[in-house]
């Protein structure tokens, strides 16, 4: 593994980690497809700001553009207000809006130069290496290294700083407001928070592929825990692990880094869907499968109980009613009325159930606990 | 499909059974919680019927089931002897009025005509006969001369005039209705409850879901009281009670005063 | 731009004519069923299948080695479909929410189609230039035969959803009643959304994976604003969509490195800009003026409230007040002479010099209505 390839990992990982950690609340507050709009957005942001300084890991274009980003939170919150169209058109009207000002800005005017209508989707990850950061003559790394790594610092810094706030403003915003945090400048601070990193990611893995970044590994640990310190660790994890296979994907097929980064993000997150251990589709199947008898073990003994001592009760307490009356298949029927007695809960009498003693507490008990 | 059977059916060509509605051994789970437990409910033709029950005891997933909406567990339900969805003409259908969203581009008039829509069958548009109808529906519901009106510009009770009509134009035997009352103004309860009143007596069956338990006695005839299980069902001078309503309603009802042979009233039960 | 010279182009210039039909075709589908997307509350999930369906048009390349629109159509089609079922799967299994679906499915799919497409580029066969067109659109690439398909797949669209008119509507008014009708609501729903694949997957080629759904969810949201029925919703939602295709399109083709995507974009989003705005009832502007002239009454009847309470302070009603007590009163919020003009005019006041002003008999009369209205209200 050449140094270069040790640097792209490196980059992407710390990228991916950046990502991530906003990408948490995103999900938890359902905010997801704001992502979407911000990092169309901020293009036109990029763009303007490159006309003013030509260097896109400049700290001072970071900030320019990322006000795009909130910009254009603000267009939807004020598009919203006026009630003329519903939220989720709102968000679909904005961004396109800036997003192709932004194309056709670099196709007419910047189409020569560092950006170009390419690098805008798929970013340049194969050549941050290539961009170094040199003080007083010494080379000391890539550029972008440096530029995600401040990013990822001022995350972690702005969430673990209020944590407890963006906690509780997440889970209750009626709560948070009750206590004094305000939700809107939460909502805002985060928003910044996602624009910038977006900003800064944009250069690796160009405008789209931030939102992979941002959403697929935080739906997957949200799969994984209930924790929230938990989820933002795993998240994080899962982010470097899309970002360090995408690479090794992209070198084995010979195809576009960031392209596979976001392949392996979404891999990763079927993996889970399908394998997570309480939430995943397979132990919910599972599970299911297992509450079926018990539920049906359940319902008959209600039915029992519920026609005890009633004129219907000899006809309701037949094993041939179940079919008629529960709409029960024969064989699905035996078999819940063999999981009952097995259970101690009735008794086969020549075709006709009775209920236990432990069967009408087991019956009460349900009917009480639901 | 059972869109292309008769256009319009009378009693005389109904089953023999006496009952409107019967649900036998009735339950229903979502994700194996279940909400309805076993329930066995009669409704004899021609009743005026309120479900009432405390919140989360299933009553609208009850008129769900019986509109065949939601997957049953277990048991089956007959409307006229037969299976609900060989009698979707015979059953029209009242939803909550939040369900859906009123700033959808429509006029008054095409919303009702949506009740016509079942009997028209696949394709055919709606012409004057229908448009005939809708206005003289409007009109039983005092909404006449709403009819060109967007649907977003109606107040709370009118959308649910709106939503009456609708089910009338339908035509049907049976009505089940979802809290028809809920945020209406006085005037417009009256005019719903008149007009409730008015379709039992030309032999029409009516279920309604309920929350105010002091009017249970003053409007309907018949009642189902619900928690998960069924309490309670029949006339309701015999199953309105105290007793009955603390078992459906546990300690969260606090009954003050004996109202009449009939009824009880109460403050403080939590409805919504 | 010699506008007389783009006209005679438009009809006699192979290149601009198909350009302009294309793109009208484009419009008007999208526009249509972009309505009830929009209705639907479906508005993103455009976005997520357009960016869902870039895997399938590589795949498809890389499957029949054909550029024909049928074969990419078809494969975009199929892809932004399973795209869709994932987000419905992901969000009816897990606890994740759907706009959290539709961000994983739209980016992961995207990004996988990015990979497909940097393979197909670096392969050594000189039929594969111009995929990359699907991401932003070239509309001067369109072919008469594209236009022929386009026409087609848009023509059986438009058509299947007029046939099951009244049925759509129900579904997307008011599904639960629709089935208690007896009508099979969840394919009808499998048929619509189809159709809303369709519509996106035709734009493709002239505007581009990234930005197709705001062909969809612009057009109808500019005629939402004009109208209170769903059929001129539908028809001018169409119009606006094909308006802007045709400019944006012709606009591109005769400027040079001007995408057509975005354009296309810029010229809708101007459309819902003015309807916006200008639209009457809804528009903010009449909405403004509205709220204005409200604003402007209740000033003028609280005045004259503010004159008959002094003034019954006194035996005589029509006794008068200077200038500043009712400044005063008005709680400094202004334009207390302008509104006194306005009541002279209509005859409430008049003025005894120029800094008092009484009530005239009429204005009695006005002020004492204005309360009991007032009372009756409270």
Redesign the interface.
Known sequence: MGFEQFEIQLIASVVAAACAIPGVF??LR????M??AISHAILLGIVLAFFVIPDISSPLLIIGAALSGVLTVSLVELLNK?R???E??S???VF??L???G??LI??YA?NVHLD??AV??GELAFAPFDRLIIFGNDIGPKSLYVMGTILIINLFFISLFYKEIKIATFDAGLAAALGFSPGLIHYGLMSLVSVTAVGAFDAVGS??V??L???P??AA??LTDNLTKMILISVVLGVISSISGFW??IF????I??????M??VL?VLV?LFAPD?G?IA?ARR?SH??WE??G??LA??LL?HEGTQDEER?SQIQHLEE????KESFARRVVHYSANNGFLLVNDDRLVLTTRGREYAKE??VD? | MHLDKVGSLNKGDLDMSENAIEVEDLTVAYQEKPVLWDIDLTVPEGVLMAIVGPNGAGKTTLIKAILNLVKTAAGQIKIYGKTSSDQKRLVGYVPQRGSVDWDFPTSVKDVVMMGRYGALGWIRRPGKEEQKMALSALDKVGMLQYAERQISQLSGGQQQRVFLARALVQDAQVYLMDEPFQGVDATTERAIVSLLQELRKSGKTVVVVHHDLQTVPEYFDWTALLNVRLIASGPVQEVFTEENLRLTYGGRVSFLKHNGENGVSNIGQRTG | MDLGALFYDLFFDYTLRTVALGSAVLGIVSGALGAYAVLRKQSLLGDAMSHAALPGIAIAFLLTGSKASLVLILGAAIAGWIGTLFIMSIVRLTRIKFDSALGLVLSVFFGFGLVLLTIIQKMPNANQAGLDKFLFGQAAALLERDVITMSILGSIAIITMMVFWKEFKLLSFDPDFGATLGFPMRLLDILLTTLIVLAIVLGLQTVGVVLMSAMIVAPAAAARQWTDRLGTMVFLSSIFGALAGIVGALLSSSIQRLPTGPTIVLCISAIVIVSLFFAPRRGLVWNWIRVRRNRGRLHIEAILEDLYSLASAHDNPEHAHSIAVLRLMSSGKGGVDKSLKTLEEQGYVRSVNSDQWALTKAGVEQAQNLMKIREGNN
């Not at chain 1, 359902?30 to 497809?33: D, E, G, I, L, R």
């Open positions: 995103l999900v359902s905010m997801a497809m992502s979407d006026t003329l169209v519903k989720d058109a968000i679909g009207l396109p809006v997003f192709s000002i194309v056709i196709a007419r189409w209508v390419h989707l798929l789209i592929l939102v992979a941002m959403i697929a935080p739906a949200y799969l994907l992209a097929l010979d195809a576009n960031a392209g596979a980064m976001a392949t993000a979404g997150f869907f939430r589709i919910i299911r509450q079926r539920f049906a359940k319902m209600i039915h519920n309701e009356n529960l709409r029960w349900s009917i639901n």
